[in-house]
Structures are given as structure tokens and as C-alpha cells.
């Protein structure tokens, strides 16, 4: 999401990346592992998606050299059938493991039609929407998941249940950029919950649940006390547990409350997220341009729709991530002020000078 | 959802499958497919989901016989490789080709851990939970989804975009029930709306937009104009299009405003409904006590976390609907008016006598 902060500060993609390749690097990642990292970070930055982009290297530098996250670690398959795999994440990046789960399950969707891979001993993983469009870039169907910390109630709960639980689907769309959703499973974001917070305002009583459990306007508590609310309720709850199945309990990795705060728990000790990741060979099933044409007809018709009284457009899971990157692409990130604050950080953590890129 | 009618007549689960195995025959369906869709709409009542069980036989039964359902219409594979295959429905009944579907997908999931089966020339298919769960009955994970007639708005559409687009999933739980989650991607199913109408009640501003595409309280023009509101705004409208994406573009079925309505639609013509179904073998990637192990903890940490004042029980997806199948299959099913209503209309059309059965 984009801020609201005014004060933006913009650099070129190529800076930027070279920037975040430079941090990993000089915390001991493989130049190949910090070149991962860093695509998965300034992409995220470049739909203007700030809360997962570049602002997150400053923890994962912190975590990178208390050790909790493995610099030299090795994603490796540890389990593997015909369209299945689980991959170890042997505490590396996230980032670094997820790329490389969805990259075997390309290859195994190639094969098979459909594959699944489980990731166990990860972190963190950034922005999901990045893995699920790694494969429609390749003309694949892609979806991506994973479990957290928890931080969102369930129907009823008096304290947190399951993490946010992001999920992620990408589809190719022919002459259009790929369809691309990327949602969490609580009403809204953390960040908007503190952003009130900060200043000093009341919140929908759909967002959070106080001490006691019950509905809030109030953010004062939150994150300390409280738990997000589940999008649409039951809803949220329920695909949350889906997620929690695919991406912890099937991967053998931690699930539910056993999942660590990859920015605030000890930074020597693994957080044992887990992910999934589902990809599907759409060319396998069907002619390429017959699908292609058949998803064009559909998002042509959306576009062509009635729409409400004052409302512009009607957009695709997406559009607006794709026109902010065209905008990053062609005049550079313009990044928040938060963003370049954090970024100032991890630059110290690795005696680097952030500013100087820019000025 | 069980309705609010407080006139029930209560049946046992084998009285009013085998009316339905009969009324099926006599509308020329096999004794095989005849059960199959018995099987489908009475074990939708035995969990209490009233709306989506034998209340739909009327409507089957007259599309049966208007021809748009052949009576003798065969499923089968039409493609197919390793882990996926593409069912063309032959406008069989959608409970028969979405059992066969799904049986196809658990034979592919266990050779090769996870399989997808797209279906088309299908037709409304009732519960989705149902064919979620032919998977987890057999210890495998279960994933069932399907478009529909657009009934649902998009972000700033003036009328309905997607269908309704159900989508369940189903998880075998040791000890416990299986967890299983049935959902549509509107914040409510239309029949509340429609229920709100008949009473002259004001409706929540979150569940249905006006003529305008604007939020409206007024469900006086459901269902014949306005539209359902997507669940959490973008997402449901998300995931709606993700549905429509496995369902309906890759199965080579119908997608949004080219499928039609199964019940008010010329019934001499087919719908074109589409489904989709995903298997995953759980057995195949981690021992199965080791998963029974993980699943049981996760169930019993939810059950036992800490609950708002006033909540007696936290719930996993599904248990609800498992409680009120112990009490159906012990006590008998309690069908609401509504239902036996429809019911004595579906028995007059193939010359029988539903009220004989129970009083």
C-alpha cells in the first residue's frame, strides 16, 4: 500500500537494487542469493507495495548478523515426488527460499501439469504476490502463501489465532500485465491499525479486537494488546487455516502460535515460517492462445462494465500495482520518507552511506 | 446456513435419500447418478446447510425434464495428463460430474501428490463443501470451486460481475472432523437479502448495492436489480476472479456473464457452468500420524485459547455443520417448511407423494 507520506524521496530501480545487493552482499549472502533478495524487495517497492519492499532490510540485515537468519544457508529439497516437493529452508532469507521453492515447482508443474511445494524453516517472506508472479511471467498460474506470527483474531478469540497469512495468485493475461492479487487475511494491515494510532484517531470497529475480545475503535492498544480482525469473518478465519495447513502443518513447519516475530523475537533464533507454493501449467491444458483470448475477453469485459456514479474505472487485481511499476520503471521509485529512513539504518548496519545514492 | 423457520418436519437421513434416489430415477437418471446426487443434497441437509440441499431437487427436476440436464448425459475426461484433467461435463447433472471430477482428481493426487481436474458444460453444483470432502473422507485434502450466473458486484461496478463463486476446502483431522470450509465470495449468500425483503426489513450497508452500484440498506430491488457486495471489498472480488480463472477459463467452460442461471434460464439450454477441484495427498508427503499428530495440536490450541466474555467455544471451520450431521443422523433431519414446500412440489412432478414418507 502507499503511504500517505508526502515527503518521497526517488531513486532509479537499477540504484535501488544495486543498493539492496550491496547490503546483502556485505552481510555475507552468495552474490547470486543477494541478487534474489534484492529483486524480491524492489519489485515489491516498485507496485508500491512500501510496507514489503526495501523498508524490510533493515530486519533482515539485524536477523543476518545475530544469525537467526543463515547468510551461508542453503534452501534444499528434502522430500520429492512427481508434483510435489519440500523444500528446507536451512534459515536463509526468506526471500532466497521462496524463489528457490517456486522455481521447483515450475519445473515440476512442467511435468505434471499442477505442483505443490512446502517450504519449511524460512522467515519472513516479503511480499507473496512476488513468487506468484514468477510464474506468470513464464505463462504459468501461480500461488503463493505463508504463515507468520500470529496477529488476527478468530471468530470469538480474545488474543490473536493465526498470523496474517498473506496469499498471492498471479495469472498471465495476454496483452494485459498478469492478473495479480495479494492479500492478507485480516481486514486491514497492521500498519493502518499504528498509523491511526499514531495520529490519534478512532478506527472502523471492523479492524480490531481490544483486551477483552470485543470489537474496538480504539488502536491505542495495538500491536501490544489485541488482534486484527479476520477479513469477512468467518471467511478470513477459515482461509487462514487453509494456509496454515499448505504452508505450516504440511511442510513440517511451525504453525499457528509456534511461529516466531521475525523482526521483534530473538534475532539468534530461527522463526520457522512456513510457505507454499502452488504453480499450474496452463500451456499443458489448453492452447496458449485460446486461453489467452478467453482471459482477454474477460478482463475487456470488466473494463467495458457499467460502473457507479463518480467511480473512473473498473480495475483487475493489479492494474494499479502494474501502472505504479510502469510510473517506478520510467521516472523511479519515489520512496516515503519512512522507506528512506529505515534504509538509512541498514546502510549504517553494513557502513554504507544510503543518502549518498541520491544526492 | 440452517433457516430461521420454526415449523420442521423431521425425516431420517434414509427416508429422504431414498425419496430422492427415486424422484431422480423417474426423471431418468441411472440408479448410479440417482445416488450420487442423493447423496449429494441429503448430506447438505444432514449438516444443515438448508439453502444448498434437497430444496434444489424442484429445479433440478425440471431442467431434467426440460432437457438443458440430460438425464443420460455422461461425464468424462476429455484431456489429461500426469496431475490434471479437463471432465467435459455432457450437461449430466453437476452433482454427478462434479463426484466424477473429483474422483478423477484422487486418483491422479495419489500417484502424483496434488492434482487439478477443471470441469465444463457442467451445471449448478450444490455444495461445494460436499466434493471437499470426498477428499478428506479418504485422508486426502480437498479443494472444490466453481462459477456461477454474475450475482456479485466488482469494487465500483454498477451491476454483478462474478457469480457467487463458491469455494470450499476440506482437511482430514485425526480425531476430530474433518475441517471444512464452504464459502461463497459475496459478504452474504442472497437469500438473507431476500429473506430481509420479505420481512420489510432494513438490510446491513455491507451486503448489497442498489440500482446505482452505490451501498444501499434497501433490499427491495433484490434480485432483480442491484447486486451482492464481494466479501472484504477486493478481496472476495480477488478471489472471485481466481475462480473464475480455474473454473471457468481453463476448463474451457463458460466464465462471468456467459454462464447462465440454472434455475430461471431457458431450461431447455445448457448452462455451461464451470467447476474446479483440487487434491493433495497428504499421505504422500509426510507419514500420516505425523500429520494427524500436527493437525490435532493446532485444533486443540484453538480450542482451548483464550475467548471473548460471552463466547462459549471457539469454532474450526466445520464443526457446526458436523454437529448438527450427529444430531441429523441420530434424531433425524429437521427440514425447515421451506424445504418440505419445495420438496412436495418436486415429488408431484414425477408423480410421487413426499408427505406419505413421514407422516
Redesign the interface.
Known amino acids: 500500500m502507499h503511504t500517505t507520506d508526502s515527503t518521497e524521496t526517488t531513486v532509479t530501480y537499477a540504484t535501488l537494487h544495486q543498493f539492496v545487493v550491496s547490503a546483502f552482499e556485505r552481510a555475507g549472502l552468495s552474490p547470486g542469493d543477494a541478487k534474489a533478495g534484492a529483486d524480491v524487495l524492489v519489485m515489491t517497492d516498485a507496485w508500491g507495495i512500501f510496507t514489503h519492499g526495501t523498508k524490510l532490510l533493515r530486519g533482515y540485515l539485524r536477523r543476518l548478523k545475530a544469525g537467526g537468519l543463515r547468510a551461508k544457508g542453503r534452501p534444499k529439497v528434502a522430500?520429492e515426488?512427481?508434483?510435489?516437493a519440500?523444500v528446507d529452508g536451512d534459515s536463509a532469507l526468506g526471500q532466497v527460499t521462496s524463489v528457490f521453492a517456486m522455481e521447483t515447482a515450475l519445473g515440476k508443474a512442467r511435468?505434471?501439469?499442477?505442483?505443490?511445494v512446502?517450504v519449511r524453516n524460512s522467515c519472513h517472506f516479503g511480499a507473496a504476490g512476488y513468487y506468484a508472479w514468477l510464474a506468470a511471467r513464464e505463462g504459468l498460474?501461480g500461488l503463493s502463501m505463508a504463515n507468520d506470527k500470529p496477529s488476527v483474531a478468530?471468530?470469538?478469540?480474545?488474543?490473536p489465532?493465526t498470523g496474517s497469512n498473506p496469499i498471492a495468485?498471479a495469472?498471465p493475461a495476454g496483452r494485459h500485465h498478469a492478473?495479480l492479487?495479494d492479500?492478507s487475511v485480516a481486514?486491514v494491515a497492521g500498519g493502518k491499525v499504528y498509523a491511526a494510532r499514531t495520529r490519534g484517531e478512532k478506527i472502523p470497529s471492523t479492524w480490531l479486537?481490544g483486551a477483552?475480545?470485543?470489537p474496538t475503535t480504539d488502536p491505542n492498544g495495538y500491536p501490544e494488546i489485541g488482534a486484527l480482525q479476520p477479513?469477512?469473518g468467518?471467511?478470513?478465519?477459515?482461509?487462514a487455516?487453509?494456509i496454515?495447513?499448505?504452508a505450516?502443518?504440511?511442510s513440517?513447519a511451525a504453525?499457528?502460535?509456534g511461529v516466531g516475530n521475525w523482526l521483534w523475537d530473538d534475532g539468534t533464533q530461527p522463526t520457522h515460517h512456513g510457505a507454499a507454493f502452488?504453480a499450474?501449467d496452463?500451456d499443458?491444458?489448453?492452447p496458449r492462445d485460446t486461453?489467452r483470448r478467453?482471459?482477454e475477453a474477460?478482463v475487456d469485459?470488466?473494463h467495458n462494465?457499467?460502473?457507479?456514479?463518480g467511480?473512473a474505472?473498473?480495475?483487475?487485481?493489479g492494474e494499479m500495482e502494474w501502472e505504479r511499476y510502469e510510473l517506478a520503471i520510467n521516472k523511479g521509485i519515489a520512496l516515503p520518507s519512512d522507506v528512506v529512513a529505515s534504509l538509512k539504518d541498514a546502510a549504517a548496519m553494513v557502513d554504507m552511506n544510503f543518502q549518498k545514492l541520491y544526492s
Open positions: 522430500a515426488g512427481p508434483a510435489w519440500i511435468g505434471c501439469g499442477i505442483s505443490y512446502g498460474i478468530a471468530p470469538g478469540s480474545r488474543g489465532i495468485y495469472v492478473m492479487l492479500m481486514t479486537v477483552d475480545g470485543k477479513a469477512a468467518h471467511k478470513g478465519y477459515g482461509i487455516l487453509l496454515e495447513t499448505l505450516g502443518l504440511l513440517g504453525f499457528t502460535s502452488i499450474m496452463v499443458a491444458m489448453m486461453f478467453r482471459i474477460m469485459d470488466i462494465a457499467p460502473r457507479a456514479d467511480v474505472r473498473l480495475y483487475i487485481p
